[in-house]
């Protein structure tokens, strides 16, 4: 059982928390790009723009983005959304330091959930081609709410499948759109600073409860809390 300080579950964000999919997402992009002409986009520069959704990825890495016709700006959305549906798990990996911190969560009997604005239909392949298809109690999607994040409606709905009080929850993410939803929701907040962070952003200002830099770091938190 969990402590009476340690909360009762643990809810994460998906891309730029618990995974890196930036390889494969933007490898996606160098497919649409591709079939303009273009060569492969310089992913170290794009990395920051994953988390905005596949629009967001093609508005800032295909030239000329807005100058294309809504059905132009459709099928390079569906080319990357198809090129990524099959190609979601090539470079694509767990951050480090993620699995042994889940396993230390599990340890100490807190449920564990996930809520992203990632659909089902790749959110689930990545869980399964982790290794962690049973290892989450809840999978709440874009598609699964009627609002995504920075809507409370995912997390409360988190907490409801992990039959968990927000209030005794934390969400972690590295989106300033997960701190909104989360506090909304009337849950404890901590910013993933390895995330997908914009360079202009200063998540410190987002009045999270916390920002940790590396995974481990969040057990630490957790400690002071219980000690406190």
């Known amino acids: 059982m969990a402590s009476a300080a340690f909360p009762e579950a643990v809810l994460f964000d998906l891309d730029g928390t618990l995974i890196d999919s930036a390889p494969d997402l933007l490898a996606a ?27 967001g990825i093609l508005a800032a890495g295909l030239p000329g983005w807005g100058a294309l016709t809504e059905a132009e700006r459709n099928n390079a959305r569906d080319r990357l959304l198809d090129f990524y549906a099959g190609h ?14 889940l396993e230390r969560l599990r340890e100490r009997g807190i449920h564990l959930g996930i809520v992203t604005n990632k659909i089902s239909r790749f959110a689930e392949p990545v869980l ?6 049973g290892d989450f109690g809840c999978l709440v999607t874009g598609d699964r ?34 701190v909104l939803a989360g506090a909304a929701a009337g849950v404890p907040t901590v910013v993933a600073a390895w995330g997908y962070i914009p ?8 009045n999270a409860d916390a920002v940790i830099d590396r995974p481990e770091e969040l057990l630490a938190w957790l400690g002071a809390r219980e000690a406190g």
């Open 29 to 55: 992009l160098d497919a649409v790009r591709a079939d303009f002409g273009l060569p492969p986009s310089d992913h170290g520069q794009l990395r920051e723009h994953v988390s905005r959704g596949a629009v």
């Open 199 to 206: 360079k202009d952003e200063r998540p410190g200002d987002w």
């Open 88 to 101: 979601c798990w090539v470079h694509s990996a767990p951050f480090e330091g993620i699995e042994a911190l």
């Open 128 to 133: 399964e081609h982790a290794g962690w298809g």
């Open 145 to 178: 709410v009627e609002r995504s994040k920075p809507d409370p409606e995912g997390v409360l709905a988190a907490c409801r499948g992990l039959d968990a009080q927000p209030e005794r929850t934390v969400f972690v993410g590295d989106d300033r759109r997960d």
